[in-house]
């Protein structure tokens, strides 16, 4: 920890030091969590989502920190919630982190957020689409994210254990079955939503190969963009 902090430090300008920090999570440290619950009332909707964190994580109450948000409402009226979940110990860290660089936290983003968010800025017009949700597969050199976002706001994210390496090598079909797992489990937790265009963001040099090797069923579009 102390050697990352005096790094952190060392990098860093006095208008840095000034500036809004934010720390992206990542998606493998976070839980995620739908609810439907009978409430349009932050205060209400808080406390019913703390009294059934005590049975969908695998962590004492005390010892989880979580947020959420309202990603839609259903036809009885109940408010549809995505609810994020992380343990104190991942923030706590953080914090140690930073605090000993002497850089204060502002915000802290889960990592799939910030990638709808990329793509809210980058491509405003598709990301708003009233009519159908959107897909991103954001993709590392040893891992990917695969988000869906309805009306530029995420509703669904899972973090896949392969990634650009794994394109045209050993781990590929691996690769392409977890991808089409992801996809199936979203589209059971998420019976009716039209799933209009999947974005696949890796470099240039990939696209034509990821347009050849990956493909979704129905008519889900598939799409290149250099992040």
Same mark, same amino acid.
């Given at each position: 920890?102390?050697?990352?902090?005096?790094?952190?430090? +060392?990098?860093?300008?006095?208008?840095?030091?000034?500036?809004?920090?934010?720390?992206?999570?990542?998606?493998?440290?976070?839980?995620?969590?739908?609810?439907?619950?009978?409430?349009?009332?932050?205060?209400?909707?808080?406390?019913?989502? %703390?009294?059934?964190?005590?049975?969908?994580?695998?962590?004492?109450?005390?010892?989880?920190?979580?947020?959420?948000?309202?990603? %839609?409402?259903?036809?009885?009226?109940?408010?549809?919630?995505?609810?994020?979940?992380?343990?104190?110990?991942?923030?706590?860290?953080?914090?140690?982190?930073?605090?000993?660089?002497?850089?204060?936290?502002?915000?802290?983003?889960?990592?799939?957020?910030?990638?709808?968010?990329?793509?809210?800025?980058?491509?405003?017009?598709?990301?708003?689409?009233?009519?159908?949700?959107? %897909?991103?597969?954001?993709?590392?050199?040893?891992?990917?994210? *695969?988000?869906?976002?309805?009306?530029?706001?995420?509703?669904?994210?899972?973090?896949?254990?392969? %990634?650009?390496?794994?394109?045209?090598?050993?781990?590929?079909? *691996?690769?392409?079955?977890?991808? +089409?797992?992801?996809?199936?489990?979203?589209?059971?937790?998420?019976?009716?939503?039209?799933?209009?265009?999947?974005?696949?963001?890796?470099?240039?040099? *990939?696209?034509?190969?990821?347009?050849?090797?990956?493909?979704?069923?129905?008519?889900?579009?598939?799409?290149?963009?250099?992040?």
């Amino acid at each position: 920890v102390d050697s990352l902090s005096k790094s952190l430090s +060392s990098m860093v300008t006095i208008k840095d030091k000034n500036s809004q920090i934010v720390v992206v999570i990542p998606r493998s440290q976070v839980i995620l969590k739908n609810f439907l619950l009978p409430s349009h009332s932050r205060e209400e909707l808080q406390k019913m989502i %703390g009294l059934q964190m005590v049975t969908q994580v695998p962590y004492a109450r005390e010892d989880i920190i979580f947020d959420y948000a309202v990603i %839609g409402h259903s036809g009885t009226g109940h408010a549809k919630v995505l609810s994020a979940v992380v343990h104190r110990d991942v923030i706590n860290e953080f914090l140690k982190i930073f605090r000993s660089a002497g850089l204060p936290i502002h915000q802290f983003i889960l990592s799939s957020s910030s990638i709808v968010k990329w793509f809210n800025g980058q491509h405003p017009q598709e990301a708003k689409s009233e009519n159908a949700t959107i %897909g991103i597969l954001h993709m590392e050199a040893d891992k990917s994210e *695969l988000c869906f976002s309805r009306q530029g706001q995420m509703v669904y994210a899972r973090e896949i254990k392969y %990634g650009q390496r794994d394109i045209g090598a050993d781990f590929e079909h *691996l690769f392409l079955k977890d991808l +089409s797992l992801t996809l199936e489990t979203y589209m059971r937790e998420h019976p009716g939503d039209a799933i209009l265009k999947i974005y696949l963001l890796a470099p240039r040099s *990939l696209h034509g190969l990821l347009l050849e090797k990956i493909s979704f069923p129905g008519n889900i579009h598939v799409a290149c963009l250099d992040p």
